[in-house]
């Protein structure tokens, strides 16, 4: 399998650009997907999933590589639980730049959880807007 993505975007794409490709962060991989060690971890053991060819959306995916994609995020899981033994996760998807997506090439943020990491966990994932994680 080839590991660096083969497609370079008309724009400049951080996970497209073989020259800050780093092998030695990468877990695992299948034909269509890699998961990698995030740059900026929120918690010890954060991984993002990221496909090998240069697409924006989630929902651009067919139905097989839906399938590869939540096969290998399943595979990572396991990976960070045996390295790390986290509580619980967070899985993320950043779909839009009005959802604060930073790097426009598909990438599922896999974000291990530990028991007390936060004072109040209740919400989740609301809580990206704040006061909504309140209910």
């Not at 399943?74 to 619980?88: R, S, V």
């Not at 604060?100 to 028991?115: E, F, G, Q, T």
Request: charged share 30%; glycine share 6%; hydrophobic share 35%.
């Amino acid at each position: 399998m080839n590991t660096i993505p083969d497609t370079i975007s008309k724009e400049y794409c951080f996970f497209c650009d073989k020259k800050k490709f780093n092998k030695k962060t990468v877990l695992d991989e299948n034909d269509l997907f890699y998961v990698r060690r995030d740059d900026f971890p929120v918690s010890n053991g954060h991984a993002e999933v990221i496909s090998k060819k240069h697409i924006e959306s989630f929902f651009e995916l067919n139905d097989n590589e839906v399938i590869q994609l939540f096969d290998l995020l399943k595979k990572a899981k396991d990976i960070i639980q045996k390295k790390h033994n986290p509580d619980a996760f967070n899985i993320g998807i950043n779909e839009g730049k009005e959802a604060w997506r930073s790097v426009h090439h598909l990438h599922i943020h896999l974000i291990p959880r530990y028991k007390g990491d936060i004072e109040n966990p209740r919400g989740g994932v609301r809580n990206i807007i704040p006061g909504k994680g309140n209910y």
